[in-house]
C-alpha cells in the first residue's frame, strides 16, 4: 500500500482486496491452462489430442465466471500455441476460446441456480456442445477460412476432430467444476 499527499490529505492507493485475489486466481489459471496442455497431451486422431487445458478454463468459467473463462481461454492458449509451433493456428484457436470461456461462463451463472441436478446437467451438456460448435466449427473455421484461404468447408471439415476432442474433455470434467468451487469458495472465507 502507497500513500500519497496531497494538499496535506493522505490519499491511499490501495488495490482492492477482492480484485489482487481474481487477478492472481487468473494468472494461476492461465499458468494451470499452458501446463496441462504442454504436458499432457493426450493423442486420440492424427494431429489432434485431448486439451486438458480446457479443464481449467471450465473449472474458472464455474467458479469465477464469464471474464476469467475468456481470460484464461484466450490467454492460455495465445501461450500454449506460441509455445507449441509459434502463432501458427493459433488465432482461430483463440477467438474459439475466448468466445467459448464468455459463453460457459454466462451458462454456468444461470444453471448454478437450476436445482434439479438431471436437468442442470443436461442443460449444460447441450449448451457444452453448441457453444463448442460455434467456437470451433464455427469462429475457428472463418478465421483460418480468411488467414488461409481455404474453403470454409474444407477448414470445417478438418476441425470435426478438434471439436469432438474438445467436447469429450468439457464434458468429461464437467462433474469436477462443481467438486472444486466447492473447495474453491471453502479456501476463500
Sequence with gaps: MMN???????????????TLKTICYNGLGIAL?????LCLQVPVFENYYLCLGYIVMLVYCY?????S???????GCLLHCIMINGMRGMPGWMLGNIFMGFALG??????KKITNKILCNTVNV???IVITTVAILGI????ECLLYAQPFAVRTANNIYAFIADVVVLIVALPMCSMLNA???????
Excluded at 491452462?33 to 496442455?37: I, N
Excluded at 473463462?69 to 490467454?75: F, H, W
Excluded at 475457428?140 to 478465421?143: A, E
Excluded at 473447495?183 to 472465507?189: A, E, H, I, P, R
Design 126 to 128: 447441450a449448451s457444452i
Design 106 to 111: 454466462f451458462l454456468f451463472k444461470l444453471t
Design 63 to 67: 467458479s469465477f465466471g464469464p471474464v
Design 33 to 37: 491452462y499452458v501446463a496441462l496442455s
Design 69 to 75: 473463462g475468456a481470460l484464461i481461454g484466450g490467454i
Design 183 to 189: 473447495v474453491l469458495k471453502s479456501n476463500n472465507n
Design 140 to 143: 475457428k473455421s472463418i478465421t
Design 4 to 18: 500519497n499527499v496531497k494538499n496535506g490529505v493522505i490519499i491511499r492507493n490501495e488495490m482492492n482486496h477482492e
